[in-house]
């Protein structure tokens, strides 16, 4: 199960902590971090246990204001 704080390697070989998981509309979104290059984040959602990065600029543009929202709700 994964959890704010833990810290995921993905497919380029670098470590990413996740910064915040939550689900919206039945979809499970997670905001990555690089820990060695806090400028490389990432956006993503569950798709069968696995992260799928999200690429797709529309999708980008729903999904970055519901994390930011999230993030500040607490």
Sequence with gaps: MLEKGNILTLSDNHEYSIVDLFQENGIT??????????????????????????????????????????LHEK
Excluded: R, T
């Excluded at 290059?37 to 543009?61: P, R």
């Design 29 to 70: 979104y997670i905001y990555l971090v690089d820990i060695n290059d806090h400028s490389n984040i990432f956006y993503g959602k569950l798709e069968n246990d696995e992260v799928v990065i999200i690429h797709d600029a529309e999708e980008l543009e729903k999904v970055i204001p519901l994390v930011n929202q999230h």
